[in-house]
């Protein structure tokens, strides 16, 4: 079956300019997760959806990144005035259930890059 | 979630058995031992997980500690599309839901 897909694959952008990162989850998931990974690093959590609330945003570093996920399946991660440092690679997870047993399966990613 | 350790970097040949080590001293009762992998481009999939008991599926065996204070996780004959990054997380039972990674160990699988 279909896997986590991720929009656009690449995203380049210039500093201050607003980006939108698209998941798509595996339908039927109710839980979705975004991740930053910098280069060399492992994945870093953002923030974590039950169904169309977050339910964990602890992850994200400031105020200029938003997500939502209106309906409870697609989510948009959005991110304000970018800077240089937002280069990453954001991946998106979703589960079937939360908690601890709810294997997470990830996304290919978009690698943003911020010139 | 408890911290872990693992060597940052290790080589195995093609068709022997992988061990690679993780350490997780801090570990709390609650908590589950989680291994994933991430290929070069792609995101991290999924291997195993366990709590006291070692476990096996068709990708790998995973053995912890007495104490649980370690684990292993065992490749039992690795292939050149094992060479990844692997990463063992501790992971919260009841309240947390987020994947914590460390850096994780580079393994290379040399012919």
Known sequence: ?115 | DAKTTQPTSMDCAEGRAANLPCNHSTISGNEYVYWYRQIHSQGPQYIIHGLKNNETNEMASLIITEDRKSSTLILPHATLRDTAVYYCIVRVGAAGNKLTFGGGTRVLVKP
């Open chain 1, 1 to 115: 079956g279909a896997g986590v897909s991720q929009t656009p694959s690449n995203k380049v952008t210039e500093k201050g300019k607003y980006v939108e990162l698209r998941c798509d989850p595996i339908s039927g998931h109710t839980a979705l997760y975004w991740y930053r990974q910098s280069l060399g690093q492992g994945p870093e959590f953002l923030i974590y959806f039950q169904g169309t609330g977050a339910a964990d945003d602890s992850g994200l570093p400031n105020d200029r990144f938003f997500a939502v996920r209106p309906e409870g399946s697609v989510s948009t991660l959005k991110i304000q005035r970018t800077e240089r440092g937002d280069s990453a690679v954001y991946l998106c997870a979703s589960s079937l259930e939360s908690g601890v047993l709810g294997e997470q399966f990830f996304g290919p990613g978009t690698r943003l890059t911020v010139l």
